[in-house]
């Protein structure tokens, strides 16, 4: 049966959040419950919200399924149903939530989703091989989906899997100076965030059978948004509150981790990035010294660098969407979630 929302005029309307969860969570809930040892269960449910740390139900640290929501609405644009996609999209936000398991443990993040983090519950090396099981899951079901393209699906799913893990492999090589730092920053995004976006904006064209010109649309789409959605992330992280993220704020510059708004004011020949190279090399972590350096990237353009970048980047996504030939309905949707994925609109 149809789930799309028809408006009074008799033209399709936006296909709501509900209808996503709807679709998506059930399959989610029922493979993950399956997983062996049930203690690997646990840990998968607890770091996907469907309990607490305790092991009672919970819906508080459900993530917003911005991966499956972009997919169902593609397959909206391309003449899917919601149900046409519902293995592909489980399977992009298993591996998404493996990522976000492992990125804790890597960044010793304590918190996830206003929640502790998975590591923090039931130690780092169970969390592990939590995200190896939430990975291992995705790859099962893409496997086993059998509708049409389900060949070409599983392939480029297998890329994202491997582009994922060299971009959080990269991260970690990426050193300050002149073009290089930027160069490899970029590379890394495309691989980190970027992957995962195009399975989710590609899958449904590949299902639906839509020529080549369309899934290389829709793939540009994905891989500006995916760099926009980051370079976003990194000025929240700086910038942002506590509220709305989910996570303390300043985690990347207390570990020194080398964002966009930091690489752009390193970069930047001023009095403010000569001070900031020599802050960023001391040891400093308290909220004092947190806040000096966040003071000396905005005050050498790295905040505004970003935020700039950011939204040419997000402005390319929407161009390029516009090549993919969707129904006016789907791209007018898929551009304001654009919009509300790198901007966190309400």
């Known amino acids: 049966m149809s789930t799309r929302v028809t408006s009074p005029a008799g033209s399709q309307a936006l296909l709501s959040p509900n209808v ?4 998506v969570l059930p399959v989610i809930q029922q493979k993950v419950s399956l997983l062996d040892p049930p203690t690997l269960a646990r840990i998968c449910r607890y770091h996907l919200g469907f309990i607490d740390e305790h092991g009672d139900p919970s819906t508080e640290g459900v993530g917003k399924l911005t991966r ?53 519950v039931f130690g780092v090396s169970l969390a592990i ?30 890329k994202a899997v491997a582009l994922v893990h ?12 002149p073009g ?33 010109n369309v899934l290389a649309a829709l793939r540009d789409a994905a891989r500006h948004l995916g760099i926009a959605l980051q370079i976003s992330n990194d000025v929240e992280d700086i910038w942002g509150d506590p509220a709305v993220t989910g996570k303390p704020i300043r985690g990347d510059i207390k570990r020194r981790n080398l964002t966009f708004p930091v690489l752009a004011a390193l970069s930047a020949d001023s009095p403010a990035g000569d001070r900031l190279s020599r802050l960023w090399q001391a040891d400093g972590t308290t909220p ?25 980047h997000l402005d390319s996504a929407v161009q390029a969407l516009g090549r993919a030939g ?18 966190r609109a309400a």
């Open 20 to 23: 996503v969860r709807s679709t």
């Open 326 to 343: 969707l129904t006016p309905t789907a791209t007018a949707e898929l551009t304001t979630l654009f919009d509300r994925i790198v901007n």
């Open 166 to 177: 060299a971009g959080q492999a990269r991260e970690l090589t990426i050193r300050p100076g």
């Open 180 to 212: 290089a730092g930027m160069a490899t920053y970029e590379q890394m995004v495309t691989e980190k965030a970027s992957a995962l976006l195009e399975f989710s904006l590609g899958a449904p064209a590949i299902r639906a059978g839509k020529p080549e």
């Open 288 to 312: 004092a010294h947190l806040q000096a350096l966040a003071d000396l990237i905005d005050e050498a353009g790295g905040r505004h660098a970003a935020e700039r970048l950011s939204g040419r």
């Open 68 to 120: 499956a929501g972009l997919m169902t609405a593609v397959a909206d644009g391309v003449g899917l149903l919601p149900e046409d996609v519902r293995s592909p999209a489980a399977a992009v936000e298993l591996l998404h939530n493996a990522t976000l398991v492992h990125d804790d443990i890597a960044d010793t993040d304590e918190l996830r989703r206003g929640r502790p983090a998975a590591w923090k």
């Open 129 to 158: 091989h939590a995200g190896n099981a939430l990975q291992a899951l995705g790859l099962r079901i893409v496997v086993d989906d059998s509708g049409p393209g389900h060949n070409e699906i599983a392939s480029s799913f297998a």
